[in-house]
């Protein structure tokens, strides 16, 4: 039976598992949850995610929630280890490091930018808050300024080897670059070459044609 | 072998999700303490250890770490097997995955929700000298009722939360919980039966026991 991630293509988490599942290619079926009419929280989708948030994985008769703790399921399990170096100490220590910091910030400031520039004009019928934008692109820049002096030292942020906290980002940073303010990496060419070399491989370009498909149909 | 460095307060929660880790393999430590009041942690030298200018940053010979929790992931992977422990459970994919999960909400969706009461009863007025938020608190509240009711439900089923097994994800809710009960809303957890009885588990625990000895109450 085919692993099933449950949740829309276009939701960062959700992109985020399936760039893992493309990376080893593993089989797959994506189910659709369709969270303008709530379906995140109905029963079903609950007793998969008890939080009410997608993704949620199916695996037999394991299932999962949290998209960083899936995507290392399906690497550990589909032969993808080399993205997580399980296997040596100071390597995986290193992919560690920067997956909790692209969760804790890079994410956390892209989040409420997405939110704003996206989901609150398309799915909500509002107008972007452009004062919580112009506060995270200034925590975002901060950030950039970090990963433009890793990235000046190595080519990916683990080390001179991709991992899953380079490819973790992708989500967001497909977002940023089709946004209205993909200029903000301009200013930091290390970041803007690596973000390049991300979005072109072919795992990455698969998920992004998914999330691109999947905001059309909206 | 030379003690491992953590750099930060001991009293940072940060900080004491690693020494947990420390504590239950029996490692060796030292505690640098990183003066916040000073601003010592956007110094030259700590910004070389923490680039983001937070703490704890950690640093083992010539490996140099921070995010809290990829440095304790680090320590319990040195020090597991000697230490005879197996709390990342990494031998067995599907044990391994409920670790992660659980890692992951304690990060995304317990600690957002806890943390602010800690934060606005406890810290802020002594730190700051302000006085509580109780609309952040009020807000904090029901959001964590909220996921009280999910952990409920998963420690009526499994003695911890990645299964009948302790591992590193309910560790992590060690330092703010411990805070928590410092704050005037620590009897929120009489109203979730299975949670309270897994807290005084990791309380009791020797490791939790000496480190919450040096995280006092009162600030």
Redesign the interface.
């Known amino acids: 039976m085919a692993m099933k991630v449950y949740g829309p293509a276009a939701s960062t988490n959700v992109a985020r598992v399936l760039v893992c599942l493309e990376e080893v290619g593993l089989d797959y079926e994506l189910v659709p949850v369709d969270m303008t009419k709530g379906e995140h929280k109905s029963p079903a989708h609950v007793s998969r995610n008890?939080?009410g948030q997608v993704p949620a994985f199916q695996d037999g008769d394991?299932i999962?929630?949290?998209s960083?703790?899936?995507s290392?399921?399906i690497l550990?399990?589909g032969g993808g280890s080399h993205l997580l170096r399980?296997g040596n100490?100071?390597e995986?220590?290193?992919v560690?490091?920067w997956?909790?910091?692209e969760?804790?910030?890079f994410d956390s400031a892209m989040s409420p930018i997405v939110f704003q520039c996206f989901v609150v004009p398309m799915f909500m019928g509002g107008t972007t808050d452009m004062k919580v934008v112009e506060e995270n692109l200034e925590k975002l820049k901060k950030?950039l300024e970090?990963y433009e002096?890793?990235l000046s030292r190595f080519k990916y942020l683990a080390g001179d080897f991709v991992s899953l906290a380079d490819i973790s980002h992708f989500p967001m940073a497909h977002y940023l670059l089709v946004g209205p303010h993909a200029s903000v990496i301009d200013a930091y060419p290390h970041v803007k070459a690596w973000i390049a070399d991300i979005m072109s491989r072919p795992s990455v370009k698969k998920v992004t044609e998914l999330m691109e498909a999947a905001i059309r149909m909206n | 072998m030379a003690p491992v460095k953590v750099f930060g307060p001991a009293m940072s929660a940060h900080a004491a999700r690693i020494l947990v880790c420390l504590e239950e393999v029996g490692a060796e430590y030292e505690v640098v303490n990183v003066d916040m009041q000073a601003k010592e942690h956007k110094s030259p030298e700590h910004l070389a250890r923490n680039p983001f200018g937070q703490i704890p940053a950690f640093q083992d010979g010539d490996i140099v770490l921070f995010e809290s929790r990829a440095i304790a992931k680090y320590v319990l992977r040195k020090y597991s097997k000697s230490a005879g422990v197996d709390l990342l459970r990494e031998g067995d994919l599907k044990e391994a995955a409920m670790v992660d999960v659980w890692t992951e909400v304690e990060a995304h969706t317990y600690n957002p929700a806890l943390s602010p009461v800690v934060y606005e009863c406890l810290i802020y007025p002594a730190m700051r000298g302000v006085p509580t938020n109780q609309k952040v608190v009020e807000e904090s509240l029901e959001k964590l009722k909220k996921v009280l009711d999910v952990y409920e439900a998963r420690l009526s089923k499994h003695d911890y939360l990645a299964g009948d097994f302790l591992s590193f994800a309910d560790l992590n809710h060690f330092p703010y919980t411990h805070y928590f009960m410092g704050t005037p809303h620590a009897s929120l957890f009489d109203a979730y039966p299975h949670v309270k009885a897994w807290w005084e588990r990791l309380a009791a625990r020797p490791s939790v026991k000496k480190l919450s000895a040096g995280m006092p109450l009162k600030f």
Request: glycine share 4%; net charge positive; aromatic share 6%.
């Open positions: 008890p939080f394991l999962l929630s949290e960083r703790a899936i290392k399921y550990r399990k399980e100490l100071s995986a220590a290193m560690d490091v997956l909790e910091v969760s804790g910030q950030s970090v002096a890793r």
